[in-house]
């Protein structure tokens, strides 16, 4: 039966790569990409293409990371004026000093050039262990993960440069 939920199950959707992808997809191009929404709505059919040839809701870690590059790409060819730097949160560790540490390293692979990108993926899940539930807690730490990321990122950048941080 549709809207009935056992206790404790949600109707939430859990996000997948793909999902996250065609997040990326929108946002990028908001943020000023060299391509039209058409040429937009063009990438999100192919990533529902890909999606429907794959059962899995994660890609392997190299697949995802060529796709979130080749997505940014698609928006934003020349690397004269634009670099991005992307951070799997699941493949890392989150600890607050690791963190740290991961997010200065990413901010320092993406240079001088006058407009920059950093994106955190899966960062909520890699804040959800395995079979946990999401709690009051988890979601406090979450915000201050992000915020944490914002303000070192605003701190580590040139004020010549335009940076943004997304967060799929």
């Known amino acids: 039966m549709e809207g009935v939920t056992k206790k404790g199950s949600s109707n939430k959707q859990k996000t997948d790569d793909y999902t996250r992808l065609t997040n990326l997809n929108s946002l990028v191009s908001f943020l000023g990409g060299n391509i039209s929404c058409v040429e937009s709505e063009q990438l999100n059919v192919a990533l529902a293409f ?35 730097a992307h951070w799997d949160a699941r493949r890392g560790e989150v600890d607050p000093l690791w963190l740290r540490v991961t997010v200065i390293e990413k901010l320092s ?33 979450y915000r201050e993960a992000i915020r944490m990321i914002e303000l070192l990122a605003a701190r580590q950048a040139n004020p010549e440069q335009k940076l943004s941080v997304l967060f799929i």
Do not use: Y
């Open 109 to 141: 692979q993406l240079g001088d050039n006058p407009s920059v990108l950093l994106i955190v993926s899966g960062l909520r899940n890699a804040l959800l262990h395995a079979g946990r539930r999401w709690t009051r807690r988890r979601e406090k730490t």
């Open 50 to 84: 890909l999606r429907s040839n794959n059962l899995e809701p994660e890609m392997p870690p190299r697949s995802f990371e060529h796709c979130v590059s080749q997505v940014v790409r698609f928006h934003h060819p020349s690397k004269i004026h634009f670099n991005f």
